[in-house]
């Protein structure tokens, strides 16, 4: 079975995440911008962020036999520093239209303040006129309300519930972004988002229609095989794998497609992995390993890399 993970920050985890990720069936990644995990000084190393996560990121994990993709926007934890938003926001549509990013996001709340609502009426915008998709984050504290207001804003600004992930959904908040035709995105982050117990209840109860689930694996304590280890227990459970499937990939196959930067042609059909081949000069090897080069007819273990 091959899963995707469409919502994991990548550039904070190792090429092992890489390869126990492949090995464990991923085969495509969405990674949203987001911060760093302190705060930003200025607006350079933002541009430097958006530059990685589209370039020497994308080029990483393909050496590891996953195609990578992204969405770009302003996160609402550093939309309260005005000066850095602002510098920002200039940033967004320059990035926003390379190849492989597939929304605008993550954005949303994080205190529900001012100054996170004002800059996602501005992101909302940006998507509207763009014409792209939009990736919410919903609060970790009033959760219920966050998400409420989200998805009124987007209405606002006229945007199809259709063409909106809402992501991080708990109990708590499944049953009005399904009512209201969101994509439905599950954290599989245990202790702070959604464990995978809980997870194949949610299934059990709301089913599979647009649902879906990632690991938002990060620079915390996270398992970026959140995804294929909430697949295997819900097989474990009853669950069928036709309706697996729906959850860990043709979920979010169907809603980032809409994007026109998703396809799963990019996986079927990718390239040999080579690992002599650069990035501005740099390649994954360190210590002077020597590159994997894939085979023309590989086997079954063709992605583990010695």
Known sequence: MMFIDPHVHMISRTTDDYEAMRRGGVVAVIEPAFWIGQPRTNVGSMLDYFSMIVGWERFRARQFGIQHYCTIGLNAKEANNEELAEKTMDLLPRYAAKEGVVAIGEIGYDDMTDLEEHYFHEQLELAKKMDMLVLIHTPHRNKKQGTIRSMDLCEEHGLDPGKVIVDHNNEETVEDVLDRGYWTAFTIYPGTKMGNERMVEIVKQY????????????????????????????????????????????????????????????????????????????????????????????????????
């Open 207 to 306: 089913g599979t229609e647009r649902i879906f689930i990632d690991s938002a694996a990060d620079w915390g304590r996270s398992d970026p095989l959140g995804v294929p280890k909430t697949a295997k227990l819900m097989l474990q459970r009853g669950i069928s794998e036709e309706q697996v499937k729906k959850v860990c990939y043709q979920n979010a196959l169907d809603a980032y497609k809409q994007s026109g930067q998703f396809n799963e042609e990019d996986w079927l059909e990718r390239p040999k992995i080579d690992q002599r081949e650069t990035f501005s000069g740099n390649s994954v090897l360190r210590g002077g390993r020597d590159p994997f080069v894939e085979e023309e007819e590989p086997s079954k273990d063709d992605l583990i890399i010695e």
